[in-house]
Each structure stands twice: as structure tokens, then as C-alpha cells.
């Protein structure tokens, strides 16, 4: 991959475009000084479909000026603007400063609209329906595209409509985990706990802790096998908010359910990243994110999907 970001390729995409504009105008001035021979009637001689004939005129004057004019243009845009590989320009424009030039203003606009719920708890703006609609709308840009338009997630991504949280769900570890992300992970457990049958029988037990279909048998055979879980997810197996560890004691599968979901993540592990929304949200946003986030699983709030 490295060969793609080398300066090499910066240079060469400048030469071949400079070339290439060059290469224009000096076809323009080969074609404007070369001459056809003509005939009496000022024909080129080449003839089609029996009587069609190139007439031997030169290229108009404002035609040329026309194309000599956007040649100039071209090598001016060049030098203001990037284009010339990694190239800033004389102005440094780019998509991405505009872009935060314009969410600054909108965010300064709407700041008078924030300040009204920053002031707030958490639990009184989830009651307020002005917060709330612009709480969706915070929702649907930011969170939607991983926990859904209704927010009851999908596999690997947890439904926040319910009161089974990895990390938390009191107003203050809700905020936490929008404006520092998350990184959940259980690492391969196959080679701790011993031979794949020991894994099965493990799989099992954990099945059984939640009342999940299992081989009772076999789940006997697997509970001392759960001492290498038990450092995350408890002597029980609730789980351990402090770590993310899942409670395995309810009927809540994140990554999938039955025997075959539970022994991948015991001989595989998993990773997961929520991403942090600092630096994308302002502390206003996130506050009435917040908010909404928890009335979801509070009653306090509805989505887009819900009736």
C-alpha cells in the first residue's frame, strides 16, 4: 500500500497533467501552421458518399482564442486550487475545510437552541419534545447507520431500546460512551480452556446460564471450564459493566445465538469499536444526544420506526 502514498505518484500525476495541458496548446499551434494543399474550388480533395466534401477553411479566429482561453484557465485553476497531486493550492481550499467552515457557522447559529437544554439534567431534557425531535435528528445522522433508524441494533450492534447495557446505562456512562467511543474485546479463549470438546462443553454451560436449548450433560462437564470467563463476566456470568463484559444470564446474544455463535466467540474472540463522536458533536449535541439515547430505553422517547 505504501507505493500508493509515495511521493511518486504526486509528482507523476503533476507532470502528466501539466503535460497533457501543454500537449493541447501545442497541437493547437502544429494544426494552426500546417498547411493542406488546396484545389481551385478550395477543397481538400477527400470526398464521401459521392459529393460530400471537406472544404479546406481555417479554424475560426474566436474558436482559437476560445480554446487558448480555457488552456489558461486550466493552468490557473491549477495553481489556486488543488489538483496537481499533493498539491495544495495557492488558496490550501479544500472539501473537507469547507465542510467544517460551514458546520461551525450552523453550530454557532444553533447554539442559543443548545443553551436552553445544557443548562439541564439529562433525565429533564429526555421530557422535553423540542430536545427530543432534535434529538432524532442527532440520532438518524450519527447512530442510526450501525444501531438502526428504530435503535434495537442488529447482530454485533446493541439494541438501545432495552435495559441490557455493556457499559452502563445511567445518563453519565451514556454520555461517556458517545463522546469517547468504545472498544469492546474478548480475545480467543480456545487454547485456555482446553481441547474442542472442552470448548463444546464450555458453549453449553453458558447456554445453560441463561436457559437457553443445551446438552445438560455436557454443560456439567463445561462449568469448570467458565473459571477462564468468570474474571469478565462474573462467577455467575452477569457480566461486569466496568469491563463491557455481556451478562450471559439473560436471553441477549449481540453477536449471534445458539451453540455454533457461542463456540466462535470462545475460539475466536471479538472485537468491537464504537467510534467517539467528540471532535464531531459538540458537547451541546452530545448532551441532548445523550438524553435521548437514554429516554429510549426510559420511555421517554420514540423512533423514527417506532408507531
Same mark, same amino acid.
Given at each position: 500500500m505504501s507505493d500508493f502514498i509515495h511521493d511518486f505518484w504526486s509528482h507523476y500525476i503533476a507532470i502528466a497533467t501539466i503535460v497533457s495541458i501543454l500537449a493541447c496548446l501545442l497541437l493547437l499551434w502544429v494544426t494552426a501552421r500546417s498547411k493542406t494543399p488546396a484545389s481551385a474550388d478550395?477543397?481538400?480533395?477527400?470526398?464521401?458518399?459521392?459529393?460530400?466534401?471537406?472544404m479546406n477553411n481555417p479554424m475560426p479566429r474566436w474558436w482559437m482564442g476560445l480554446f487558448v482561453i480555457t488552456i489558461v484557465f486550466g493552468?490557473?485553476?491549477?495553481?489556486?486550487?488543488?489538483?496537481?497531486?499533493?498539491y495544495k493550492g495557492r488558496l490550501d481550499w479544500s472539501t473537507g475545510g469547507e465542510y467544517a467552515k460551514d458546520l461551525a457557522k450552523a453550530?454557532?447559529?444553533?447554539?442559543?437552541?443548545?443553551?436552553?437544554?445544557?443548562?439541564?439534567?439529562? =433525565? +429533564?431534557?429526555?421530557?422535553?419534545?423540542?430536545?427530543?425531535? @432534535? %434529538?432524532?435528528?442527532?440520532?438518524?445522522?450519527n447512530c442510526a447507520q450501525c444501531h438502526?433508524?428504530?435503535?434495537?441494533?442488529?447482530?454485533?450492534?446493541?439494541?438501545l431500546t432495552d435495559n441490557d447495557w455493556l457499559h452502563g446505562g445511567s445518563p =453519565? +456512562?451514556?454520555?461517556?460512551?458517545?463522546?469517547?467511543?468504545? @472498544? %469492546?474485546v474478548m480475545p480467543p479463549m480456545a487454547e485456555a480452556v482446553g481441547t474442542p470438546e472442552d470448548v463444546k462443553n464450555l458453549a453449553n454451560y453458558?447456554?445453560?446460564?441463561?436457559g437457553s436449548p443445551h446438552d445438560s450433560v455436557r454443560a456439567g462437564l463445561g462449568k469448570s471450564k467458565f473459571t477462564v470467563c468468570a474474571s469478565c463476566h462474573g462467577i455467575g456470568g452477569v457480566g461486569n459493566t466496568a469491563v463491557g463484559a455481556p451478562n450471559l444470564t439473560d436471553q441477549i446474544w449481540l453477536h449471534g445465538y445458539g451453540l455454533d455463535a457461542v463456540m466462535q466467540m470462545i475460539n475466536n474472540g471479538k472485537t468491537n469499536q464504537m467510534p467517539a463522536q467528540q471532535g464531531r458533536l459538540t458537547e451541546a449535541q452530545i448532551h441532548v444526544l445523550t438524553a435521548y439515547v437514554w429516554g429510549l430505553s426510559n420511555g421517554k422517547a420514540s423512533t423514527a420506526g417506532s408507531p
Open positions: 478550395n477543397t481538400t480533395g477527400h470526398v464521401w458518399d459521392e459529393d460530400l466534401r471537406e493552468l490557473g485553476y491549477l495553481f489556486v486550487f488543488p489538483g496537481l497531486g499533493s453550530n454557532q447559529e444553533l447554539e442559543p437552541v443548545y443553551a436552553a437544554y445544557t443548562a439541564l439534567p439529562v =433525565e +429533564k431534557v429526555a421530557t422535553d419534545p423540542g430536545a427530543m425531535a @432534535i %434529538g432524532e435528528r442527532l440520532f438518524l445522522n438502526g433508524s428504530d435503535a434495537r441494533g442488529g447482530k454485533g450492534f446493541p439494541n =453519565e +456512562k451514556i454520555k461517556e460512551s458517545i463522546t469517547l467511543g468504545r @472498544i %469492546g453458558v447456554l445453560s446460564l441463561s
